[in-house]
């Protein structure tokens, strides 16, 4: 079973595959007069998003930001590197190139936007009257508070320039065309990098919920909390053509496609992976395919990442359950990294625990120790892809008999 299930996973991750996505959603793009075109590529798969339009077209100008860690070829446009996940002076100044660009186009010029996760840290664009110290406060308290993605971009929006819209103002009255890899689980669009050319998540009043909300509104500058105090309650948003192009659903989608006979798990898994762990085991025989990104609470000083943990989990569960030998589960991250590790997550079976145990792991300690990694190494059970170079969250692959 495992090379069926690997094979399913692996067709899901190609779906997300940032310059596939890109190449598919080419022909129904009117890139206009070229000499009237500007791309700008932003977030982690910046540069492989941009390749295929490049490919297909030379624009009158085009910018790359993406992270100095991204691995990327001389595509011969200018590159600008951006700190993530919190912002720095490097993100500041592309964010100030990209707004500048936009605000010279006329209504004859059309923007292009490809948009992928990662970009609302690396362009922070501070409102006015607020610095980037401002915003590395806000950031990091957000991050530390475990905020979601969707509340964490609802506050960035209000304390900028570029985002919740941004971008779509600063461009106006030009033809703005989002293309959006995203990587928020449900594909609110808003949420995707902050959504630089929609309407924001809420309202300045929202964000001071939010920080409240989180333990977050005593922990940001004075500035942040005057400022969304006075800021305009509506931002209007001129209407741009922002289009999904990949995301976890699509992933899934692609995984059915490979195996038309398997059911998708609904809703995905976005819960601590005991409680995910909880769902999977009610679920009847056959083949189920996963979408999602789980949390872990970690409380031990072991190694592991979120896919590795719910795999390891799981296997236990299957034990103590007696499940019927042949039962297989493949759970990783489409992005090849499962937390600070080299693995992308794990493939396990009934033979898991044996293995591990024969190498001398407990597994039950393992886990206590949220030490996944070593011991599905043990196993020889790791799912070790590579950096993937896109990250729609996570995906997995259940088959029981
Ligand atoms: O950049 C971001 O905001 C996150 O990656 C979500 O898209």
């Known amino acids: ?21 890109v190449t598919r959603a080419l ?40 992270h100095r860690e991204n691995v990327f070829d001389d595509l011969g446009v ?52 607020l610095t980037l110290d401002d915003k590395v406060r806000v950031t990091k308290a957000l991050l530390a508070s475990g905020a979601p993605i969707e509340v964490m971009n609802l506050v960035r929006q209000q304390l900028s320039r570029i985002k919740g819209g941004g971008l779509a103002i600063a461009a106006d009255p030009a033809r703005v065309t989002a293309l959006v890899l995203s990587d928020v689980i449900g594909d609110d669009l808003r949420a995707v990098a902050s959504g630089p050319t929609l309407a924001p998540l809420g309202t300045p009043e929202d964000a001071v919920q939010a920080l409240r909300g989180y333990f977050c509104y005593g922990k940001v500058s004075q500035e942040v909390r005057n400022h969304l105090r006075e800021a305009p309650k509506k931002r209007d948003v001129p209407e741009t053509d922002t289009r999904i192009i990949g995301s976890n659903d699509v992933s899934v989608a692609t995984m059915k496609e490979q195996a038309p006979e398997a059911k998708i798990l609904t809703p995905p898994l976005t819960e601590d992976v005991k409680d995910a762990v909880e769902r999977l085991a009610k679920l009847p025989s056959g083949l189920w395919l996963i979408g999602g990104e789980c949390t872990v609470q970690v409380k031990g000083k072991g190694m592991g990442g979120r896919n590795q943990e719910l795999a390891l989990r799981l296997a236990m569960k299957a034990e103590e359950e007696g499940w019927p030998a042949g ?3 493949i759970q990783g991250g489409t992005d090849g990294r499962d937390g600070p590790t080299d693995a992308a997550g794990a493939v396990v079976n009934g033979q898991t625990l044996k ?43 259940l088959y029981r008999p």
Not at 35 to 46: D, M, P
């Open 1 to 21: 079973m495992k090379p069926k299930l690997r094979a399913i996973w692996d067709a899901g991750v190609a779906a997300a595959d940032p310059a596939g996505a």
């Open 27 to 66: 022909p129904d793009l009117e890139f206009g007069d070229p000499a009237q075109l500007s791309v700008v590529a932003v977030g982690k798969a910046a540069p492989r998003m941009i390749a295929p339009v490049l490919e297909a077209v030379t624009p009158k100008q085009a910018l790359i930001v993406t």
């Open 78 to 129: 200018p590159v600008m590197r951006a700190g993530h996940p919190v912002p720095d002076p490097e993100g500041e100044a592309a964010a100030n190139a990209i707004l500048e660009m936009a605000e010279g186009l006329g209504k004859d010029d059309h923007l292009l936007i490809l948009i992928s996760g990662g970009a609302s840290a690396m362009l922070p664009a501070p409102a006015k009257g």
């Open 327 to 329: 039962w297989t589960y």
């Open 355 to 397: 293995k591990m145990r024969a190498a001398g792991v407990d597994p039950a300690a393992a886990l206590k120790n949220n030490d996944s990694y070593h011991a599905l190494k043990a196993a020889g059970d790791l799912l070790m892809t590579g950096a993937t170079g896109t990250n729609v969250a996570d995906l997995g692959v």
